[in-house]
């Protein structure tokens, strides 16, 4: 019996508009997130489509009843006024930010779902999010331990911006990582 196929290909807006609540399932799952949360995330999610230089990829699945959604990831053009964007720059000291932020993108999302974790399809949404990007830099935040996430980001270049950083309505610590772009472009 042969393994699973999973394929990994860039989604149009449309489809993550319609597919956001399948989505962000995946998300309340590989976070640890209860159903209140997720649901709250919805509106954002949605806005989140209408930013500039949106892009989202998505991982899928061969299953008995067809494909299925196990991973997605998205991002966008950061921006003064947009909320990450601002608690970032706060975060971070002047020169950094200067540095980093402005033409960056944001890698907002990007997860896969815990039952298909472990096989390399973090990494494949990753490249495929930022593959080709007219930006110099991808940024993200991510809770800041040792997790599969997190050594996903090192291994393929991300750098401390920011450690430690409490956004608000989350107990946890998150880091702030940045890479140049492409991925495997020496960060400063």
């Not at 990450?84 to 975060?91: G, L, M, P, S, T």
């Not at 990494?123 to 935040?141: E, K």
């Not at 040792?146 to 401390?160: C, H, N, P, S, W």
Request: with cysteine; charged share 20%.
């Amino acid at each position: 019996m042969s393994a699973p196929t999973t394929r990994v290909t860039e989604l149009p807006t449309a489809w993550m508009r319609e597919h956001l609540h399948e989505a962000l399932a995946i998300y309340g799952r590989a976070m640890g997130y209860g159903e209140q949360v997720v649901a709250g995330r919805y509106g954002y999610a949605v806005q989140h489509t209408d930013r500039p230089g949106f892009r989202a990829v998505g991982a899928f699945a061969e299953g008995p009843d067809g494909e299925h959604l196990v991973g997605f990831g998205y991002g966008y053009l950061v921006a003064p006024g947009q909320w990450w964007h601002d608690q970032v720059k706060h975060a971070l000291d002047r020169r950094t930010a200067k540095r980093w932020l402005p033409g960056g993108f944001e890698v907002c999302e990007l997860h896969v779902d815990p039952d298909h974790q472990s096989q390399g399809l973090g990494r494949q949404l990753l490249h495929a999010l930022v593959r080709d990007l007219p930006h110099p830099a991808a940024l993200l935040s991510t809770p800041d331990a040792d997790t599969k996430a997190f050594r996903l980001y090192r291994a393929d270049g991300f750098v401390d911006l920011a450690r430690n950083h409490h956004f608000p309505g989350d107990a946890r610590p998150f880091a702030i990582l940045g890479a140049r772009l492409p991925l495997g472009t020496p960060s400063e």
